[in-house]
């Protein structure tokens, strides 16, 4: 006897959790409206996406050889203990950054292999955590699906960070921690004196700072907003400023145990006296940190491409919130999560104008995806059609990456490449005047640009100073590669450097053209490539040297 109809549609199975989860979050996406913060998929299915998305966008460099500092010190450390277990690197010397990123790194070429792509690859795990803690803290201050997508793809697609999603150093290591930490950390409406969240946030404050030691400012900051907040106020709420104080502190244990351990191996505290010179003692001239601050603002505001969502977010904040057909207005992030987000970024744009010699935009890397979480917020809030302002910011960070912007920065690998190329192939077991980061390049073949190394006589760069110096002994070399070390942009009128105090305090020079090289040290240029406005030229010399029998 076949069933009523009512009781043959009783009979199928009902769908799934899972499966009401994505319609709600099609239906979200197409309509544009909120979901409720529990109604969002979990994040195991969100992380594969990231994963999935950041290799694709980066599966054309995973194969490059490291560079820059990843062959300066992030590698040499990380190959030090993935073949001694010495958490104090030897062939390199230490610089007494924590030893997280060498563990992780040894980790996985343990289990995969010594291999570029095998780098990049547990790299870019790094970096898709850290999105993923750009997701949860999005949806969790703001509550808004869509929100909370732009904010990743947005802080996926900025040139900084989609560049360090694959490169070896220590900062997106930090950035990642230091997200998860700020997701436990900054208060959103709902939280409730108590919540045991914040010891979470001391965990991943402590893992921030055993990836590198300036991730200390972000808690150390919190720690400083809670006491402030708290003073003169009822004895509970001083009491709950403390307690968060202390949790926030309590990654000064691991890094304090790491420099004693450091100190007892080497005799050296905070690194070799040559790196804390360059990073710390000689940064202290306040002409200096006035000129570190103003890049470090542009850093933050305007770097780029970055200066497209916060013009828009500017103009946005003089609109009215739009409301909905009840008269509602969107989520906004919290007043005092606003607050806590604006002293980080002002208390990580000071500590990196105080600190560190040179101005290396990954050092505020996790705080790039706090400013575009406010723009996307207020974009959402303020703007109808807010969608059309985070497509034009994507557009702007896509550009970025494809188009030079009008200041200087460092080159890139594949002209390096061609180079040594050259030389390993026509001039192998010739001592090769360069600088660095070629000389290492030549000198150490497990960074994957030589099967065997060169003899290398090193210059710091190629101004006519030294140049004028490796004028002065030809005898010591046979070859030179010499290359762009900065990217020089065309002058504008809007141009972004102001070269006396870039010179004078952050190493800005200008390279002599390879044409200027060859005639100075009398040699032949036999192979030159130009890219844009990076260039590479190897010069043969072909002299006779004077030997005297004493």
Same mark, same amino acid.
């Given at each position: 006897?076949?069933?009523?109809?009512?009781?043959?549609?009783?009979?199928? !199975?009902?769908?799934?959790?899972?499966?009401?989860?994505?319609?709600?979050?099609?239906?979200?996406?197409?309509?544009?409206?909120?979901?409720?913060?529990?109604?969002?998929?979990?994040?195991?299915?969100?992380?594969? =996406?990231?994963?999935?998305?950041?290799?694709?966008?980066? *599966?054309?460099?995973?194969?490059?050889?490291?560079?820059?500092? +990843?062959?300066?010190?992030?590698?040499?450390?990380?190959?030090?203990?993935?073949?001694?277990?010495?958490?104090?690197?030897?062939?390199?010397?230490?610089?007494? #950054?924590?030893?997280?990123?060498?563990?992780?790194?040894?980790?996985?070429?343990?289990?995969?292999?010594?291999?570029?792509?095998?780098?990049?690859?547990?790299?870019?795990?790094?970096?898709?955590?850290?999105?993923?803690? =750009? *997701?949860?803290?999005?949806?969790?201050?703001?509550?808004?699906?869509?929100?909370?997508?732009?904010?990743?793809?947005?802080?996926?697609?900025?040139?900084?960070?989609?560049?360090?999603?694959?490169?070896? #150093?220590? $900062?997106?290591?930090?950035?990642?921690?230091?997200?998860?930490?700020?997701?436990?950390?900054?208060?959103?409406?709902?939280?409730?004196?108590?919540?045991?969240?914040?010891?979470?946030?001391?965990? *991943?404050?402590?893992?921030?700072?055993?990836?590198?030691?300036?991730?200390?400012?972000?808690?150390?900051?919190?720690?400083?907003? +809670?006491?402030?907040?708290?003073?003169?106020?009822?004895?509970? @709420?001083?009491?709950?400023?403390?307690?968060?104080?202390?949790?926030?502190?309590?990654?000064?244990?691991?890094?304090?145990?790491?420099?004693?351990?450091?100190?007892? #191996?080497?005799?050296?505290?905070?690194?070799?006296?040559?790196?804390?010179?360059?990073?710390?003692?000689?940064?202290?001239?306040?002409?200096?940190?006035?000129?570190?601050?103003?890049?470090?603002?542009?850093?933050?505001?305007?770097?780029?491409?970055?200066?497209?969502?916060?013009?828009?977010?500017?103009?946005?904040?003089?609109? $009215?919130?739009?409301?909905?057909?009840?008269?509602?207005?969107?989520?906004?992030?919290?007043?005092?999560?606003?607050?806590?987000?604006?002293?980080?970024?002002?208390?990580?744009?000071? +500590?990196?104008?105080?600190?560190?010699?040179?101005?290396?935009?990954?050092?505020?890397?996790?705080?790039?995806?706090?400013?575009?979480?406010?723009?996307?917020?207020?974009? #959402?809030?303020?703007?109808?059609?807010?969608?059309?302002?985070?497509?034009?910011?994507?557009?702007?960070?896509?550009?970025?990456?494809? @188009?030079?912007?009008?200041?200087?920065?460092?080159?890139? @690998?594949?002209?390096?490449?061609?180079?040594?190329?050259?030389?390993?192939?026509?001039?192998?077991?010739?001592?090769?005047?360069?600088?660095?980061?070629?000389? $290492?390049?030549?000198?150490? !073949?497990?960074?994957?640009?030589?099967?065997?190394?060169?003899?290398?006589?090193?210059?710091?760069?190629?101004?006519?100073?030294?140049?004028?110096?490796?004028?002065?002994?030809?005898?010591?070399?046979?070859?030179?590669?010499?290359?762009?070390?900065?990217?020089?942009?065309?002058?504008?009128?809007?141009?972004?450097?102001?070269?006396?105090?870039?010179?004078?305090?952050?190493?800005?020079?200008?390279?002599?053209?390879?044409?200027?090289?060859?005639?100075?040290?009398?040699?032949?240029?036999?192979?030159?490539?130009?890219?844009?406005?990076?260039?590479?030229? =190897?010069?043969?010399?072909?002299?006779?040297?004077?030997?005297?029998?004493?």
């Amino acid at each position: 006897m076949s069933l009523p109809p009512e009781s043959q549609e009783s009979s199928e !199975p009902e769908p799934s959790r899972l499966q009401r989860l994505l319609k709600l979050r099609l239906l979200a996406f197409r309509t544009g409206e909120d979901l409720p913060f529990n109604q969002t998929l979990p994040l195991w299915m969100i992380f594969p =996406v990231i994963f999935a998305a950041l290799y694709l966008t980066h *599966w054309s460099v995973l194969r490059l050889p490291y560079y820059w500092d +990843e062959l300066g010190y992030y590698i040499p450390a990380a190959w030090d203990f993935f073949r001694t277990g010495s958490l104090i690197p030897i062939t390199t010397i230490s610089n007494a #950054h924590p030893p997280l990123p060498s563990v992780y790194l040894a980790l996985w070429w343990k289990i995969a292999g010594f291999y570029p792509e095998v780098t990049r690859e547990a790299i870019l795990i790094v970096a898709s955590t850290g999105l993923l803690a =750009v *997701w949860k803290l999005a949806m969790r201050l703001n509550g808004n699906a869509l929100v909370a997508f732009w904010t990743v793809m947005l802080t996926g697609l900025y040139p900084i960070w989609f560049a360090q999603s694959t490169l070896a #150093h220590a $900062d997106i290591f930090a950035a990642a921690a230091t997200l998860w930490g700020l997701v436990y950390a900054l208060p959103d409406d709902t939280r409730k004196p108590g919540n045991r969240s914040i010891w979470l946030a001391a965990l *991943w404050f402590s893992i921030a700072v055993l990836a590198k030691e300036t991730a200390v400012i972000t808690p150390i900051t919190l720690a400083a907003f +809670e006491l402030g907040a708290g003073f003169r106020k009822p004895a509970a @709420i001083r009491r709950r400023s403390w307690l968060l104080a202390l949790c926030y502190c309590t990654c000064l244990v691991p890094l304090a145990a790491w420099y004693g351990y450091h100190y007892a #191996h080497t005799g050296f505290l905070f690194g070799n006296p040559e790196f804390l010179r360059y990073n710390a003692t000689s940064t202290f001239s306040p002409l200096r940190i006035l000129a570190a601050f103003g890049h470090r603002l542009l850093h933050l505001f305007a770097h780029m491409n970055m200066f497209v969502p916060v013009l828009c977010t500017t103009a946005a904040m003089v609109l $009215d919130p739009v409301k909905d057909e009840n008269g509602q207005t969107q989520n906004r992030v919290s007043f005092p999560a606003q607050a806590r987000i604006y002293v980080l970024l002002l208390a990580n744009a000071l +500590e990196f104008s105080v600190l560190g010699g040179a101005l290396l935009t990954r050092y505020l890397l996790p705080m790039y995806p706090l400013v575009l979480l406010i723009a996307v917020s207020t974009f #959402h809030r303020r703007v109808r059609y807010w969608q059309l302002l985070t497509a034009f910011s994507a557009a702007a960070f896509v550009a970025a990456l494809f @188009i030079n912007p009008p200041y200087a920065f460092a080159p890139v @690998i594949r002209l390096h490449q061609q180079a040594i190329h050259q030389l390993a192939t026509r001039y192998p077991g010739s001592t090769v005047l360069t600088a660095w980061p070629v000389s $290492d390049e030549l000198t150490r !073949p497990e960074l994957g640009y030589v099967a065997s190394p060169f003899d290398v006589e090193r210059l710091e760069d190629f101004t006519a100073t030294q140049i004028d110096r490796a004028a002065q002994d030809p005898g010591g070399y046979s070859t030179a590669l010499i290359f762009s070390t900065k990217e020089d942009p065309v002058p504008l009128p809007f141009h972004l450097n102001s070269f006396a105090l870039d010179e004078q305090y952050f190493g800005m020079h200008h390279d002599l053209s390879p044409g200027a090289v060859a005639r100075q040290l009398g040699g032949d240029i036999v192979w030159q490539r130009s890219d844009d406005l990076e260039w590479a030229a =190897v010069i043969r010399f072909h002299r006779t040297v004077e030997a005297q029998l004493h």
